[in-house]
């Protein structure tokens, strides 16, 4: 298997205890809340460039958009204005000449894939907008992450899938706003929490479902339940019809 499958894998292990790859079967579910990447030719090299829909990216002229590659190129591109050219003569011409790059990289990169603004990665796969991370996937604006798959904006976490506007976290599948937390599912808005299920706008809490302690032994059994429909419904669908946003509202059919 190529290193990202065998990142996911023992990722997919440590949380719901069976492994889960190839990545690229899970991508859909695994890039399904961070922005999406359009396929554009550089107008210099026809390179297919990335640009991702977010921040400024989808108001860049499509027809002006060129690569790392093509600054040298594009450096040298001349617009001439003569004594009877207009303000709005000299701008036609540079709408014409102007070019614009989407793409960013810098520092030491390893084995980075299908991915775009990034700095020092190693083993990544489809991320965008990523730093000092390796072992990442499917993922948007993470740093100092290891082991991370289809998260967004997740800091200094390991070990975790689906996790969104969180810091330090490992071990975690489909968390929200959490903070120094680990062994969580499926929890909104938690600080210092460990291994608890469905929990949100608590701290300090182990073996909590549902903002309630009910012990380890309790806690294992239910978390064994909960696993198990969750990698059921991956393998045989490769996604899953709830998460952190909306397990509240979700009706099994």
């Known amino acids: 298997m190529a290193k990202i499958d065998v990142a996911f894998a023992n990722t997919s292990s440590l949380i719901l205890g069976r492994k889960l790859f190839p990545i690229e079967d899970y991508s859909i579910w695994l890039s399904s809340r961070i922005p999406k990447v359009e396929h554009v030719k550089s107008c210099i090299s026809g390179r297919q460039l990335l640009v991702p829909n977010y921040s400024i990216f989808p108001h860049l002229p499509k027809e002006n958009l060129v690569g790392l590659e093509d600054f040298e190129s594009a450096s040298k591109i001349e617009i001439k204005a003569g004594e009877s050219d207009s303000i709005s003569s000299i701008s036609s011409k540079l709408a014409s000449q102007m070019k614009f790059a989407a793409e960013f990289t810098q520092g030491e990169n390893l084995d980075v894939i299908g991915s775009i603004i990034y700095l020092n990665l190693s083993d990544a796969y489809k991320i965008i907008d990523c730093f000092n991370s390796k072992h990442i996937a499917f993922s948007f604006f993470c740093d100092n992450c290891d082991h991370v798959f289809g998260s967004y904006k997740a800091f200094d976490s390991k070990f975790s899938i689906h996790c969104y506007n969180s810091k330090n976290l490992n071990l975690c599948f489909e968390c929200d706003s959490c903070r120094n937390c680990s062994g969580l599912m499926f929890c909104h808005n938690c600080e ?34 909960l696993c198990e429909y969750v990698i059921t419904e991956l393998e045989s669908k490769h996604g899953l019809d709830f998460n952190v946003f909306n397990f509240c509202s979700f009706k099994k059919k």
């Open 192 to 225: 210092n929490v460990r291994d608890s299920l469905f929990c949100s706008n608590v701290k300090n809490l182990r073996y909590a479902v549902a903002n309630q302690v009910v012990g380890r032994e309790k806690y294992l059994e239910l978390r064994k339940m």
